[in-house]
């Protein structure tokens, strides 16, 4: 696809369409992975540049002992940082798959990321509206980002993985 067409295909403003977009990220803890996601996000498509963030508090936990663990100085410190944000530096579209390259703000410290996945659209849908769809992934280590706990096991090892991987899935509509 030449860069007239990309350009093309993601010119203009669009909106975001929160009741079909997740943020998620998963990380080993033990013996099998532990996955959660965020209730609170938000993200702006304009020409071309991809931006979002999510709100920590909205992080979804059914304990709230835990939630309250995740919250403090050991995980997200919430109080200080209320969100984790990003902004595409640059997004390239070649067909269906999307690579991208930016920096992930989170605890206060921003770090350039890249992530890959595919895009899909713009479609139209069942009442005439014009949709784009993104589907992106990458794995951050999250001591880069001041987020540190960990635990010793009895017999070596430690509890959880640094190795985060954040999945994210958003869809816009024109206009």
């Known amino acids: ?10 010119a203009g403003a669009w909106s975001f369409s929160p009741v079909h977009s997740s943020a998620a990220f998963s990380v080993k803890y033990l013996v099998a992975r532990f996955r959660t996601g965020f209730e609170e996000l938000d993200a702006s498509l304009a020409d071309g540049v ?3 963030a999510v709100k920590v508090a909205s992080i979804d ?6 939630k309250g663990h995740m919250m403090g100085s050991d995980f997200f410190d919430a109080e200080q940082h209320p969100e984790i944000t990003f902004r ?21 410290v921003t770090k350039a990321v890249a992530a890959t996945g ?3 659209g713009p479609t139209e849908d069942y009442m005439g509206n014009t949709r784009l769809g993104f589907t ?9 980002f001041g987020v540190s706990w960990n635990a010793d096991l009895p017999k070596g090892g430690r ?10 899935e958003l869809e816009f509509g024109q206009g």
Not at 138 to 144: K, Y
């Open 136 to 144: 992106l992934e990458t794995t951050i280590d999250r001591t880069d």
């Open 50 to 52: 991809l931006s979002g």
């Open 118 to 120: 595919t895009v899909k």
């Open 61 to 66: 936990l059914k304990d709230e002992n835990f």
């Open 159 to 168: 509890a959880l993985s640094d190795e985060v991987t954040l999945t994210v």
């Open 1 to 10: 696809m030449s860069t007239t067409a990309v350009q093309d295909r993601l």
């Open 88 to 108: 595409s530096q640059v997004l390239d579209v070649r067909g269906d798959t999307l690579s991208l390259e930016g920096e992930l703000t989170m605890k206060g």
